[in-house]
C-alpha cells in the first residue's frame, strides 16, 4: 500500500460557509410561526444546526512536516499533507503522523563477533516517516518496529566483523568506522523500507570487549603495542649503530678490529635499547684493557 494524496479543502473559506449556514438557520427560527413563513419552516432551521453540527467534525490542523493519515468506514482515504486549517468529509477518521526526523539510541547489546569475542555494541539511529499509508497499514506500531527491527540489524552487522583486525586490508568494527556505519544503515534500511521508513543515519556509539573478557583482551593490545614499539626501536638502534661505525671508519677516528667492533655494537645496542638510563664507566687503561 502507497501513499496517496487525500481529499481536504482550505479550513478558512469553509468557515465562512458555515458561518453563513448559521445565520440561514437562525433566520429560519425567527420567521417561523404567526404572520410569518409556515411553521414547519421552524424543522429547516434545526436540520440546518445539525448539518452545521456534522461540517464541525470536518475541521482538522495540519502542522509542519506532519501527515494526517484519512480513513473512511475503515479504508484508506489518502494522506493530507498541506499546512493549516483544513476540512474534510466528517465521517473520515484521521491520525496524525509526524515526517520529522527522529533518533534513538539502541541499549547496549552483547554479541559474538565474526571471531568469536563477545562484545558490547550499541548505535544510534536517525530515521523519518516518508509514506504514511505504509507506516500506518503495513505494521502495527511502526515506532516499536523501528526500535526492534534497528536492534536486530546492529546484532547482524556485528556477527560479520571482527572487534580488531591486525591486517589492514580487512575491515573491522574498531578501525572502520565509515564501512561499518554504512553497512549498518543499509542493513537497517533493507529491514524498514516496508515499513515507510528512511535511515538517514546509523553510527556506533558504543564498541567494547565484554567485561569477562576485558582484561584478557587489554593485556592483548598492550603486548601488541609493547612488540611494535620493540620493533621500532631495535631497528632505530641498529641504524644508529651502522651510522656510528661509518663515522669512526670514514673520518679515521680510531680503527677496530672485529673483535672490538662487536664490543662496541653490544655496548650500543645495550644503551639505546634499555629501558632505564645507562651508568657511564670511563676506561682509564688501554683500549685493549
Not at 464541525?56 to 506532519?66: D, H, I, R, S, Y
Amino acid at each position: 500500500m502507497n501513499e496517496r494524496s487525500g481529499f481536504s479543502i482550505a479550513g478558512i473559506p469553509f468557515i465562512a460557509f458555515c458561518l453563513v449556514l448559521i445565520v440561514c438557520g437562525i433566520g429560519f427560527f425567527a420567521h417561523a410561526g404567526p404572520g410569518g413563513l409556515p411553521p414547519w419552516i421552524a424543522l429547516v432551521g434545526v436540520a440546518t444546526f445539525a448539518l452545521i453540527a456534522l461540517l464541525l467534525k470536518g475541521f482538522f490542523q495540519v502542522a509542519p512536516n506532519e501527515g494526517q493519515v484519512l480513513q473512511l468506514f475503515g479504508r484508506y482515504a489518502g494522506t493530507v499533507r498541506l499546512e493549516g486549517l483544513r476540512w474534510t468529509n466528517p465521517f473520515c477518521t484521521r491520525r496524525r503522523i509526524s515526517l520529522r526526523a527522529r533518533n534513538f539510541e539502541s541499549s547496549k547489546l552483547k554479541v559474538n563477533d565474526s571471531d568469536g569475542n563477545p562484545i558490547e555494541i550499541a548505535a544510534v539511529i536517525v530515521w523519518q516517516v516518508v509514506d504514511t499509508a505504509e507506516a500506518t497499514f503495513c505494521v502495527d506500531n511502526y515506532e516499536n518496529f523501528v526500535q526492534i527491527q534497528s536492534e536486530s540489524a546492529l546484532r547482524q552487522m556485528a556477527q560479520s566483523y571482527p572487534y580488531d583486525t591486525h591486517d589492514d586490508g580487512k575491515p573491522s568494527l574498531r578501525s572502520h568506522g565509515e564501512v561499518i556505519n554504512n553497512h549498518l544503515r543499509d542493513e537497517i534500511q533493507a529491514r524498514l523500507g516496508k515499513a515507510g521508513v528512511q535511515i538517514s543515519e546509523a553510527r556506533i556509539s558504543h564498541l567494547a570487549y565484554a567485561q569477562e573478557i576485558a582484561q584478557a583482551m587489554l593485556q592483548r593490545q598492550q603486548a601488541g603495542a609493547i612488540i611494535a614499539a620493540r620493533q621500532r626501536i631495535v631497528e632505530g638502534a641498529v641504524g644508529m649503530v651502522g651510522m656510528a661505525l661509518d663515522k669512526l671508519r670514514t673520518q679515521g677516528v680510531v680503527d677496530l678490529d672485529e673483535e672490538r667492533k662487536a664490543a662496541m655494537v653490544s655496548n650500543l645496542l645495550v644503551v639505546l635499547c634499555g629501558e632505564r638510563g645507562t651508568q657511564p664507566v670511563i676506561n682509564t687503561g688501554t683500549l685493549h684493557n
